[in-house]
């Protein structure tokens, strides 16, 4: 294979790499792009690609990353990972791992960690790489990547339920929850969401969203009830879809341009957090964006008539 073919066979590993430590579809893409230049350029001969490209993506998304966090300091509204439609890397041997770490809880729990515990977590306990592989990624000792990745795994536990949904589960009650929001319905609702359900949205200021979370079972239940319905009103659609390998759904205009996406968290036979993103600098890679504004717009027309 040339250069250019093994890295192509890669881009797959490099690009989920990168999206777990950045919870960001275009800056991931961007730091793929840059290993692809490093790589070019590089005089380098590894005795294992994957191992060298590996670390070049990690070095660059750590360096992103350290910088991405002063501006999401100053994000308005909260901060939510962009959603990904689907992971382009599979592996049966560890398919678990990756669903799981790709989910809005998990990249959202993977945000309390420092970049190199986060590096060190991504390399080890979701893409299996051996120790001596991730020090020479990160620039640390063995030793020191191994009290990373413990102290990492711990922060990680600490945030994370004790049971999870399985697929088929998670999906049913998504399925029911869509259709009491099609049918208005505040008690069918209410019944689906844990008792202490968030609901969530990121606009950045670019785009309406909820100024701040709505918690707890009844307020989300009228809040979704009251709006969701109204889509219809303006032409707009509630298309189910699976984000981050959760269930969950797009809103679309009447011309089939995106407004928002919607994922959901299922546990325990109950939805325990609705996140939304409308900002549309993390929704272009999904496809053509609708106005939010005006739809809004709409929307507040539509709910005084």
Excluded at 256 to 282: E, H
């Amino acid at each position: 294979m040339t250069p250019a073919e093994e890295f192509e066979d890669l881009r797959p590993l490099l690009f989920s790499i990168a999206y777990r430590l950045l919870g960001s579809v275009s800056e991931a893409e961007d730091a793929v792009q840059e290993t692809w230049l490093r790589y070019q350029t590089s005089t380098t001969q590894p005795k294992s690609v994957k191992a060298y490209l590996s670390a070049v993506v990690t070095r660059v998304s750590i360096d992103v990353l350290r910088s991405a966090r002063v501006r999401r300091e100053e994000y308005v509204g909260p901060w939510l990972p962009e959603p990904l439609a689907t992971d382009p890397y599979e592996d049966p041997a560890r398919s678990a791992e990756l669903a799981d770490s790709v989910s809005m809880a998990a990249l959202l729990l993977l945000e309390r960690l420092s970049p190199l515990e986060r590096a060190v977590f991504v390399l080890r306990d979701v893409f299996g790489f051996g120790f001596p592989e991730i020090a020479a990624a990160v620039d640390r000792s063995e030793t020191a990547c191994r009290q990373l990745a413990v102290r990492a795994r711990r922060h990680m536990d600490d945030g994370r339920p004790r049971f999870a949904a399985d697929q088929q589960e998670r999906d049913e009650l998504a399925a029911r929850f869509f259709d009491a929001v099609r049918d208005g319905d505040v008690d069918g609702l209410r019944e689906l969401l844990a008792a202490d359900v968030q609901m969530v949205g990121d606009g950045g200021g670019k785009a309406p969203a909820l100024a701040k979370g709505v918690f707890g079972a009844d307020n989300v239940a009228r809040l979704v009830t009251s709006i969701l319905p109204l889509l219809d009103t303006v032409g707009a659609k509630l298309r189910p879809r699976t984000l981050n390998g959760q269930p969950g759904a797009v809103v679309e205009d009447r011309d089939g341009a995106l407004i928002a996406t919607m994922s959901l968290d299922v546990l325990d036979g109950r939805i325990q957090a609705i996140r939304s993103v409308v900002n549309p600098d993390k929704l272009g890679h999904l496809g053509p964006l609708s106005d939010a504004w005006a739809v809004a717009h709409e929307l507040r027309q539509a709910r005084r008539g």
